[in-house]
């Protein structure tokens, strides 16, 4: 409670504790479920750097319930106590989803009486433990597609699959962003590059933001991207030849000099410093306008939030630097996540350690707490169960102030619907929503939910091809594209489906826009594109990409275009001379 009053916070701001040790110890990571109860993952077997893991403990995860609506827990339960090196958590289709390198986890738990229904499942495997052993996978969460989206820093590389999978069946994992599909039981290794990502978001159009440290703090998550890496670890792949920069304008340490000198206060001036853990995009009901849409970020050494205002640049978007939002004079603030909950208020969890990575001080295992921040005095929200109301109540909540409701919304009608439910009223109306509701917002809201649960079939998503709206044109091409293999460029390895042909039409339908549209987020989400068509396909988009002149200075563009070109060179050299005749793009032509 002194450390939460001590907080530097903005004008009608307060910080309450939500729990504390003995009640919570070692958080390192949370989530929700359809009730409105945190769930928090506890790391007791991390360990000093000689030791790595201290494999005679076991972690646990722990149920918090606030049913007064106070802000504070008043029930607390142990879901389990019997995994180790857990990084994350995630609840939905009937369980529970662990993060416990070399492996990812399911408990199921089908009745949701919190307790397991069987022993924990291993769903993939390959996630590699290395020297940097806290750079490992970690940050479960389900995006707005359907899939499980996990994170992994560039030192612990990894050969992911199913469990039994072939060396040639796995997916390399070289830092950056991964996810599964929990219904068809695909892995994809979305990027590469970066250091120890430890926090990610999406925003109110579905764009992937996550963060990183020690080599740029900030990152579009674009699907098949090289991103820059520490110069000790290069890209897997040497025909990259350039990797993309980071996506914020400013750096929170002194990059004349060495990282590992940002700390003990002396990037202050500059936000903080190189380490950030945890993120989110606020995008509750709670805190003033003026902060939605905004990124936050826990700045390690810092001990603060900075705050990243996120803007539209060329393909993407560029992160400006913000007036950091909270401080902590507490020595031990060592803040690790960030979640929007059921009122709108923000929590925050605190590792409460007075180390780094390492703990070089010792292993203090019996700290740990997480606050929650509040503007003014949050509405009461009575006890709730979203997976007891019924569709069309499930339907409603997708326009509701507090993105919160929204994503558990859908994560249950999506779990409905593998369960094998119609749903016929649900998909109605989400489909006027689609169509009738002005807001684009709402719009892709809608649309995501009826393609998770398979109702927005190809017809359909072609026919948005043509829509007026930047963001609903991006999303029709990446859903239609959803199942095509993703090539592994980062390796050098050709895409896993060689047999794979993309449909003529749709094939057809993306070069004509690829050559017409007006929008450069949808030519980068069409050169994402280029890398989930077979070699022998790629050349007509690519060709109508390369020919936009006004993209040759694009932050993203050139290289992401190169990359999806990478194998083309191995299947047809001179189709890709003659393409670079008539690109215009001058770094692609180089590479080319």
Request: proline share 5%; aromatic share 10%.
């Amino acid at each position: 409670a002194e450390a939460a009053a001590k907080m530097q916070l903005p004008l009608g701001f307060k910080a309450n504790v939500f729990a504390a040790e003995p009640d919570v110890q070692n958080p390192i990571a949370m989530t929700w479920d359809a009730r409105g109860r945190l769930w928090v993952a506890e790391n007791y077997t991390y360990a000093e750097q000689s030791k790595k893991f201290e494999l005679g403990l076991r972690d646990r995860v722990l149920i918090f319930e606030d049913a007064k609506g106070d802000g504070h827990f008043s029930s607390r339960k142990v879901f389990t106590d019997d995994v180790q090196m857990l990084s994350s958590v995630e609840v939905g289709h009937g369980g529970v989803w662990l993060m416990c390198p070399p492996q990812l986890l399911f408990i199921p738990d089908r009745n949701g009486d919190d307790v397991p229904d069987a022993p924990a499942q291993v769903v993939l495997d390959g996630f590699a433990l290395a020297d940097m052993y806290h750079n490992f996978a970690n940050g479960l969460r389900f995006g707005p597609d359907g899939w499980l989206y996990g994170r992994c820093g560039g030192s612990c590389p990894g050969e992911i699959g199913l469990p039994g999978a072939t060396k040639e069946q796995r997916v390399p994992l070289r830092g950056g962003i991964w996810r599964y599909h929990p219904g068809r039981k695909v892995v994809e290794v979305l990027n590469s590059g970066t250091t120890n990502p430890w926090g990610h978001d999406w925003d109110a159009h579905g764009e992937l933001f996550f963060i990183n440290t020690v080599n740029g703090h900030l990152w579009h998550g674009i699907t098949g991207s090289h991103l820059k890496r520490i110069a000790s670890i290069p890209d897997p792949n040497p025909r990259a030849y350039e990797l993309i920069e980071q996506h914020a304008d400013h750096w929170h340490f002194d990059t004349a000099g060495e990282w590992s000198k940002s700390r003990d206060g002396s990037a202050s001036a500059l936000g903080g410093g190189h380490a950030h853990m945890g993120m989110m995009i606020y995008q509750g009901d709670n805190w003033p306008a003026e902060y939605r849409g905004v990124l936050f970020t826990e700045n390690f050494h810092g001990r603060r939030l900075n705050r990243e205002i996120l803007e539209r640049s060329g393909s993407g978007y560029v992160g400006r630097h913000g007036q950091d939002f909270l401080f902590s004079p507490d020595p031990w603030f060592r803040g690790l996540d960030l979640s929007t909950g059921p009122d709108g208020g923000v929590f925050l969890m605190d590792w409460s350690d007075t180390g780094e990575c390492h703990d070089f001080t010792g292993v203090h295992r019996a700290s740990g707490r997480i606050f929650k921040i509040t503007h003014g005095e949050p509405k009461r929200v009575e006890p709730f169960d979203l997976a007891k109301l019924d569709e069309r109540a499930l339907v409603k909540l997708h326009s509701h102030a507090n993105e919160w409701f929204v994503r558990q919304a859908r994560l249950e009608l999506a779990g409905r619907a593998a369960n094998g439910l119609a749903l016929k009223d649900a998909k109605a109306q989400l489909r006027a929503m689609f169509e009738q509701d002005a807001d684009a917002v709402n719009k892709l809201r809608a649309l995501w939910t009826l393609f998770v649960m398979g109702a927005a079939d190809g017809k359909f998503l072609v026919a948005q091809l043509h829509h007026d709206n930047e963001h609903v044109r991006a999303w029709a091409v990446r859903l239609l594209s959803d199942a095509w293999p993703l090539d592994t460029t980062m390796s050098q390895r050709p895409a896993a489906s060689a047999d794979f042909q993309a449909e003529a039409a749709t094939l057809a339908a993306f070069v004509r826009m690829a050559r017409e549209d007006s929008s450069a987020l949808v030519r980068l989400v069409l050169a994402s594109a280029l890398q989930r068509l077979p070699a022998s396909q790629r050349i007509g988009l690519a060709g109508a990409l390369v020919a936009h002149a006004e993209d040759a200075d694009d932050h993203n563009l050139p290289l992401l275009i190169w990359y999806g070109l990478i194998h083309v060179g191995d299947a047809d050299a001179l189709a890709l001379a003659r393409l670079a005749e008539k690109c215009a793009l001058p770094i692609t032509r180089k590479f080319i």
